[in-house]
C-alpha cells in the first residue's frame, strides 16, 4: 500500500524561514496561499504583505470570503495601494457577474448574494459557530457557510447543522454538495442549470475555481415568468453580435457602415503609398515587397485578435487586467518578427544580391509584428468597453493600422537609405 504524501507544513516554513519566505510562497497555489496567509502571525502577514505585487494581492483576496478579505486589507498600511486593491477587486468582480448576468436581459447584481463565509473543513463547529457570530455582529445577516479543502470548495454546511451537531465535530463532516456554475459557462447551459436544478442556491465560481457570489435559483427563475421553457433561449440573443443564422437584410445592416469605413481606411493606406511614390519611382523592388509587409503584418494581427476574442467571449480577459497579457503579446511579436524579418532578409539577398535591401525589410517586418501586436490585442478589448461586437467591428480598426504602419516602416526606411540601395 502507498503511502500517503504528507503535505509540506507551510505556515512553519513561512515563519521561520524568513529568506526564502517569499520565494516558497509564491511557490503555493494561489488557494493556498489564502488558506496558509490566514493561519500566520500578523508579524508574517505584514512581511508578506510588503513583497506581494497589487495583481497578487487581488488573487489572493479573489480566494476569501469578504470578512477575510477586510482583515487582510486593514493590514495595508499604504492607503493608496489599499484603494487601488479594492477598486481592482469590485471592477473585476462586478464585470464578471455582469457577464454571467447576460443570460435575462433585466437581471441585476441584486441577483447576487455576497453573504457567505468560506470557511477551512478542518473547523469546529465551535469555531464555526463564532464566526457566524462576528459575521452577524457586523451585518446582521447569518450568512452562508461554504467549506474548502486547501482553498478549493468542496460545500456547504447548513446553520441548521451548525446548531445542532457537536461543538468539536468538524466541518467537513457535515458537507453537502452544492449546484456549482462558471461565470462564463455558455448562456444556455446557464439557463439549463437555473431551470433544472434542485438547489435552492447555484454557487457562480471565477475561472480559477474561486467563488464569486451564490445566485437563489427561484429568484432567477422569476425573471423567465411562466415562459414555457422553450422560449427560455431566446434570452440567449440579449446582445448585438451577429449570428450564423441571422436573415440577409439584418447581416447588411449590421455590416454595411463598416464597410463603409473600411474603404476610407483602404484610401487612407493608398495615400501612403501615394506619399512615397518618389522612392517607389526610384527603387521599384519596393513594390514586391509592399504586399508582403501587408500580408504578414494583417496575419499576425488576426492571431492576436483570435486569442483576444476567446478571452473576450469566455469573460477571462477586459479592458481592465489585460496589461499583462497585451505585453506578452508584444513580446511575441517582437519573436516573431525577427523569424520572419531573418527569412526575408536572407531571401532578398540571395535574390536580389542586395542585403541591405534585406535588411531594411527585416526591421520594417519586426515592426509590423510589434503594431499587429498592440492592435490585435487592444482593438478588440475597446470595441468591447464601448458596447460593440469586438468580433465584427474590430478588423477595420486592425488591418488599417497594421497596413499603414506596416507600409510607413518600409517605405519610410527606404527613404532615408534610398542612396545606400540605388
Known amino acids: 500500500m502507498a503511502m500517503q504524501k504528507k503535505k509540506p507544513d507551510y505556515v512553519h516554513s513561512l515563519t521561520y524561514h524568513t529568506k526564502e519566505r517569499m520565494s516558497i510562497f509564491r511557490d503555493m497555489s494561489v488557494p493556498e496561499r489564502s488558506v496558509v496567509f490566514e ?11 510588503k513583497h506581494l505585487r497589487i495583481h497578487e494581492i487581488v488573487e489572493m483576496l479573489d480566494h476569501m470570503d469578504m470578512q477575510q478579505a477586510q482583515r487582510v486589507l486593514a493590514r495595508i498600511k499604504n492607503p493608496k495601494q489599499r484603494d487601488k486593491i479594492v477598486q481592482r477587486l469590485k471592477g473585476d468582480v462586478k464585470e464578471k457577474m455582469e457577464y454571467f448576468l447576460r443570460f435575462h436581459p433585466k437581471a441585476t447584481l441584486s441577483l447576487i448574494n455576497f453573504n457567505y463565509l468560506f470557511l477551512a473543513g478542518s473547523l469546529t463547529i465551535s469555531k464555526a459557530a463564532e464566526l457566524i457570530s462576528d459575521h452577524y455582529e457586523e451585518t446582521a445577516r447569518y ?60 454557487i457562480v465560481l471565477d475561472h480559477d475555481t474561486s467563488v464569486l457570489g451564490i445566485i437563489y435559483a427561484d429568484a432567477a427563475r422569476t425573471l423567465f415568468g411562466n415562459m414555457p421553457a422553450e422560449s427560455l433561449y431566446e434570452f440567449a440573443g440579449v446582445d448585438d453580435s451577429e449570428r450564423p443564422f441571422d436573415g440577409v437584410g439584418k447581416k447588411v445592416q449590421n455590416r454595411y457602415k463598416w464597410l463603409i469605413l473600411n474603404l476610407a481606411t483602404c484610401f487612407l493606406a493608398g495615400s501612403v503609398v501615394l506619399a512615397f511614390q518618389d522612392t517607389l519611382d526610384t527603387l521599384t ?108 467591428t474590430s478588423t477595420i480598426f486592425i488591418s488599417t493600422v497594421t497596413d499603414v504602419c506596416g507600409l510607413i516602416f518600409l517605405l519610410g526606411l527606404a527613404t532615408i537609405f534610398l542612396d545606400v540601395l540605388k
Request: hydrophobic share 50%.
Open 39 to 49: 493561519n500566520l502571525s500578523p508579524y508574517v502577514q505584514q512581511s508578506i504583505l
Open 285 to 392: 523592388i519596393l513594390a514586391v515587397y509592399i504586399p508582403i509587409i501587408a500580408g504578414m503584418g494583417g496575419n499576425a494581427a488576426t492571431q492576436t485578435f483570435a486569442i483576444m476574442v476567446r478571452g473576450i467571449t469566455l469573460g477571462t480577459i477586459s479592458l481592465q487586467n489585460a496589461t499583462p497579457a497585451i505585453w506578452k503579446e508584444l513580446g511575441a511579436g517582437v519573436a516573431n518578427g525577427v523569424i520572419i524579418g531573418s527569412i526575408v532578409a536572407l531571401v532578398s539577398a540571395l535574390w536580389n544580391g542586395q542585403p541591405e535591401l534585406g535588411a531594411i525589410v527585416a526591421v520594417a517586418l519586426v515592426a509590423s509584428h510589434i503594431v499587429a501586436a498592440f492592435a490585435g490585442s487592444i482593438v478588440p478589448l475597446l470595441m468591447k468597453h464601448l458596447g460593440k461586437d469586438p468580433a465584427a
Open 143 to 202: 450568512p452562508e457557510v461554504l467549506v474548502h479543502d486547501d482553498g478549493e470548495l468542496i460545500g456547504e454546511v447548513p446553520l441548521s447543522s451548525i446548531v445542532k451537531e457537536r461543538n468539536t465535530s468538524i466541518l467537513k463532516k457535515h458537507v453537502q454538495s452544492v449546484q456549482t456554475i462558471t461565470y462564463q459557462a455558455d448562456v444556455n447551459k446557464i439557463v439549463d442549470t437555473l431551470v433544472s436544478t434542485d438547489s435552492k442556491k447555484v
